[in-house]
């Protein structure tokens, strides 16, 4: 079966027919409580709803009565590892109502909700395609922030700093693009990880432990593949992924490249990667070693381990205060001023 949300993700009972990219379908992100953390904007364009009037909402605010029972029956269903379509009846924001299949499948922490209406729907549009990558983005990282909001909050200030660095080194418009869309994707393979604790796990890692960690990498791209479509840009972005634990000396993971076989993205993203790992508290190690240890790791790696403009752009930022190592309200780094 030709599949939207990749099977890797557990969401494996969603046909592609449910993607919000299809002429009349959306998807939503449901919590466990049942309200909507997530819904695609083709969806949010058919029921007449902005995106942050149904992001709060419960699911149940959006269904007829009659069809209240089918949902109910239907989450059940998914709580239970199965999914069906089943016929729906939505309400739009004028009070109307539109007809609709729906599948729910369950995973991690949240339910999936694939939708596809019937009929002709004249306020549908769907997305421009660079919306669509930035929505599935968002879908991605929605899945993050329920499953380890740590990890999270970690990619959102390591996307900032890395498109700060990029833009420091006078990078092209496209390359800080694609940086910006690795760098908040860079982690998103950690919630594969098992168990899922480990991710918190305080004091000395065994081999296996650390074995399993570092698998994160090669998870993270290929949810990325099976997510976005099959482009030069996507591979790109895979590759920035793909490399953002590796070293100009050779040494990191997962594999051994060196030096020119490095992209300039990839080294961007290894040095505000590091930065950031060392400026933050983590639940493995809540004091972090502070910004003098964490200048002197990047400086004394710089041309070894680090890119030297990246780590002097970087180190700059760091030193003149314009990233400040504190929480921000939604888990990013103060803006370069």
């Known amino acids: 079966m030709e599949l939207y949300i990749p099977a890797i993700l557990g969401f494996d009972v969603i ?21 909507i953390v997530f819904a695609s904007q083709s969806l949010s364009n058919v029921l007449g709803f902005s995106r942050k009037e149904l992001e709060p909402k419960p699911l149940s605010d959006l269904v007829s009565e009659e069809s209240q029972p ?52 004249p306020n549908h549009r769907p997305a421009p395609s660079n919306d669509n990558i930035y929505e599935k983005l968002e879908m991605a990282n929605t ?81 990325i593949r099976s997510i976005l479509p099959s482009s030069a840009r996507t591979k790109t972005i895979c590759r920035v992924v793909g490399q953002h634990h590796m070293h100009i000396n050779g040494s990191g993971y997962p594999d051994n490249l060196t030096g020119e076989a490095l992209l300039l993205l ?24 502070g910004l003098e240890r964490t200048l002197d790791a990047l400086e004394s790696g710089r041309g070894d381990l680090y890119d030297g403009d990246a780590v002097d752009i970087c180190a700059g930022f760091l030193r003149s205060g314009r990233f400040q190592p504190t929480w921000s309200s939604d888990g990013g780094m103060l803006a370069v001023g």
């Not at 449910?18 to 919590?31: D, H, L, Q």
């Not at 007809?99 to 002709?120: L, Q």
């Open 143 to 223: 899945l993050v922030r329920l499953v380890h909001p740590e990890t999270y909050h970690h990619q959102i200030r390591v996307s900032d700093l890395s498109v700060a660095i990029a833009r420091g080194m006078q990078l092209g418009e496209l390359d800080i693009e694609d940086l910006f869309i690795a760098a908040r994707w860079h982690d998103v393979g950690k919630i594969l990880t098992e168990p899922l604790g480990l991710l918190d796990k305080q004091g000395p890692l065994t081999i296996e432990e650390f074995t399993e960690l570092q698998r994160h990498v090669n998870r993270g791209v290929r949810i």
């Open 266 to 289: 990839s080294k961007i993203l290894t040095v505000a990667d590091v930065a950031d790992s060392m400026l933050y508290p983590r639940a493995y190690r809540m004091k972090p070693p």
């Open 70 to 121: 089918l949902l109910q029956a239907e989450l059940l269903h998914a709580r239970n590892g199965f999914c069906e379509r089943r016929a729906i009846h939505f309400r739009r924001k004028d009070g109307g109502y539109v007809s609709a299949n729906i599948a729910i499948s369950r995973s991690f922490k949240s339910w999936m909700v694939g939708v596809s209406f019937d009929g002709d729907l």
């Open 15 to 35: 046909p592609a027919s449910f993607s919000p990219e299809t002429t009349s379908g959306g998807t939503m992100i449901v919590s466990p409580d049942a309200n």
